[in-house]
């Protein structure tokens, strides 16, 4: 007969008592659904084809993914706030401000993400929203092209019909804006974001050089790879990084006068179902292995700090943090762009609609 | 009756057919391009952007879920098409312009609009079957499609055979059988032709009540241009077009629908 030492035995029935936890973990979700919008593109195929599966696996949970854009996303918020159908809903860091005065989204439960404690300061949003995936923005161009050191630049004659520019209803073209006013007063971003109503003769400047208006980023990227526009302005860095990781003829440039964030964003739907699971799903999100994986494979720079990447994977993305500060990424202040942006567009559709 | 035809107007009509199909030819082109990404004109020659979008598991999927989606919505858009059709030709029923105005209604309202106004219906009677939503969405917007068509056919019946047919001792049945039937029965065809490639076509409905499990080729076509523009989306939509003419050709060839017939 084997006797029992009093510490095995303590030992034992610790173990006993632990084992229904460490088995469940994520028992508590089992069984649970929740829907969540998402991004379209390379990263809603990642989101789709790697973290989902293995959160569902992880949990015992059933995640359905509908992708998107951050327009549709906000709008099928809206069409829904009576009864929620979402739990979890990607946007861009424009629409949040908007989102929360409408009461769409809520306060995210920090201390129930472990996972945001590397969050930057800067993709905390209030509490309100998180980072999931930054990109810069700037011009794209032909390698065969020397792209310019200045956006001013690009006002000049040696462009004439040979841009492309982003189409007033995304987002970018409220870089444009932002640039167009800094070019016209020579003051930086931060100051020049509330100087536009006042740029828009600098705006019409540049219609002459304007080849067209393009609203779709990656076949934006494809025509300029094929020469048949020298540079486009402006675009996230996530759509045409990877047509040059792909050997397309084509890069992007980031002139003297500094880049832009575009800020892939992930919010918690206020009174979406499964909120407990929405909220693990959203810290998963942020972990630093899903981070990586994700970073890599859209070539976009994480939003939570302490992740080490290899050196090809660099050459395409701003981080760590330091290096968000060298390239001068500058996030506008959509609390103010948010109000003026439809009388902005009305005025951009008019210089350029003929 | 070709010989009554003059020369010009063969020329205008070749010019148009040319200025309708030579978009279509560009896909075509572009999807045999030996280039990681969409150009034209192509540059060499391969066929593996169509193995790529053969073997996809996922393009198998969202196509065998279009054609689902589409095949479902053409049976109900007939079963409510064609006796409402009827009905609107043959009898006088009170408020029967404003029922036709209503039915007709999809064709005037833009389709991003009644995607959204269905999404927050749904979500207010607390509706989780996007199955069901996405038919209930796609059979609004063809069903005038089949009402137009198949009440064009109902105009043209000549009454008076079925009166004959009648007095010759035929039934009810018999004449809608013998008499009505092929006389209908092309704009019923075209009408569910229409019906099929609206629906699988759809791009602005879809968008608001699809979800993962339930993704048509259009939102699968729009997540592979943002993913990477290269030659798949080309051989994707070729084949889309093949499919197109195919059906076109499998319909003529198993209800003998002459094209003339067609357009009439």
Known sequence: MTLLSRRRFAALSLSTLAAPMILSKGAWAQGKEIQIGIWGGSQGEFVRKNIIPQFEADFGCTVIAEEGFTLANVGKMQATKAN????????????????????????????????????MPRF???GWGTGVAISVAGLFHNTSIEAPKTYAEL???????????????????VFFLIVAAAVKSGKPFAEAQYLIDDSFDQVEALKPNIMNLFDNGPQAANEVAQGQADIGLMELSKY???????????????????SFGGNNCQVLVKGGPNRDLAVAF????????????????????????????????????????????????????????????????????????? | ?????????????????????????????????????????????????????????????TFLFSLKLAGVVTLISL???????????????????????????????????????????????????????????????????VIRTVSGSFVLVNRSLEDAASVMGASPLTVARRVVWPQVRPGICAGGIFAFIVSFDDYPISMWLADGRNFPVPLFLHSMIERSFDPSIAAMAALMIFFALLLVLMIEKAFGISLARLIS
């Open chain 2, 1 to 61: 009756m070709n010989d009554d035809i003059s020369p010009v107007l063969k020329i205008c009509v070749w010019v148009l057919l040319a200025l309708v199909v030579a978009p279509l030819v560009v896909p075509v082109l572009m999807s045999v391009s030996d280039t990681p990404f969409i150009t034209f004109p192509p540059q060499g020659f391969t066929t593996e952007w169509y193995g790529k979008v053969l073997t996809d598991a996922e393009a198998q999927g």
């Open chain 1, 84 to 119: 929620p159908k979402f739990s979890v809903m990607f946007i861009d860091d424009v629409a949040i401000p908007t989102c929360r005065a409408e009461g769409l989204i809520e306060e995210l439960p920090v201390v129930d993400m472990p996972a945001a404690a590397h969050l």
């Open chain 1, 240 to 258: 045409v990084y990877p047509y040059a990781a792909k050997g397309a003829p084509i890069t992007m440039a980031f002139p003297a006068e500094g």
């Open chain 1, 124 to 126: 905390a949003y209030d």
């Open chain 2, 79 to 145: 079963i409510l098409g064609v006796p409402c059709a009827a009905g609107l030709v043959r009898y006088d029923l009170p408020g029967q312009g404003l029922i036709l105005g209503l039915i007709l209604s999809p064709l005037i309202v833009p389709l991003i609009v009644i995607g959204v106004a269905l999404l927050q219906t749904f979500a207010m009677l607390g509706s989780r079957a996007t199955f069901a939503q996405l038919v209930i969405g796609h059979t609004v917007v063809c069903l005038p499609y």
């Open chain 1, 155 to 173: 006002w000049g004659d040696a462009y004439r019909g040979k841009l492309k520019l982003v189409s007033p209803k995304n987002t970018p073209s």
């Open chain 1, 282 to 354: 959203m810290n998963r999100m942020l972990e630093a292995q899903v981070q990586k994986s994700f970073s890599e494979f859209a070539l976009t720079a994480p939003p939570v700090s302490g992740i080490a990447f290899e050196e090809p994977t660099l050459k395409y993305i701003a981080y760590p943090e330091t290096q968000m500060d060298n390239r001068g990424l500058f996030n506008p202040d959509w609390n103010f762009i948010n109000t003026r942006r439809s009388a902005w567009t009305e005025r951009m559709n008019g210089i350029f609609a003929v």
